[in-house]
């Protein structure tokens, strides 16, 4: 696919999905929300992409909405056309998503973060809530993610703030799977999604599934179904023909 503010590279399994607008601290305008949501369409329905990652090229993450945007834009309209297609394709990925995140992240970045299913990140991440800062809610599905994510009362006291914390706080905060130091962090994002994409794909998808079951009943019924395909697999006999010739 043809693309302009992104980068599209396919390796061991692992589809990289690479912000690139870098001069600008990969600010979020149409064509790269419209060419990320295409993207993740094409990484789903590729087999040989088994794990999502999304980065960064340069300094940053992502600085959230390119605030270019004109200012007599209708916001919602921007939300519901540009936005939202592309949050509900990271939502309802079956894939493993993974946040692959360095240097800065905020507003509407750090929302496309946390849509993600882990977090790796570099020690040296900042992490700004900025919304409130221009005078906006948060948006992008930030605010849905944030409450699985940490204690309601601390997610409303720091977007209300809009403080920028360190990689420690949001850690603290539940928003990091990993920290990394940052001078391993390509190579530990690397090998984390390789190894992933390594594993059964029926076994990995299958856990991701299970974790969003609805209630307790439905996780139940669901797990007959997984369980049944995932025993059907080469993956699985071979593991059992393994222990037992031990
Ligand atoms: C940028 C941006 C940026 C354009 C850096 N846009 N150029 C909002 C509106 C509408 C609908 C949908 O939803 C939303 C939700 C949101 O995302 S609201 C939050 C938007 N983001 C922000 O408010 C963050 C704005 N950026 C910053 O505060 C700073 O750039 C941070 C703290 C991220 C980094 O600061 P520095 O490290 O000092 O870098 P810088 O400010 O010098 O930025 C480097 C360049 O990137 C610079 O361009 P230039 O041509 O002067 O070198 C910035 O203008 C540009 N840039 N963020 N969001």
Redesign the pocket.
Known sequence: MEVETIQLTTHNGVGWLKLNRP???N?LNETLLREMKTAIDTFEQDDAVRVIVLVGEGR?FS???????ESDAD?GE??EDV?HPLVRALFSSRKPLIAGIHG?V????LSLALAADVRIVAKSTKF?S??I??G?VA??GGPYHLRRLMRDDLALDWLWSGSTIDSEAARTFGLVTELVEDAMYTERLTSYAEILAAKSPVAVQGMKALMRAASFEDGLNEEIEWQRKCGDTDVHRQAMQAFLMK
């Open positions: 001069e600008k601290l600010a940053a600085s959230g909405q390119d605030l270019t945007i916001y921007y939300l936005y800065v905020a507003g509407a970045g700004s900025a919304f800062k221009i906006l948006d992008a």
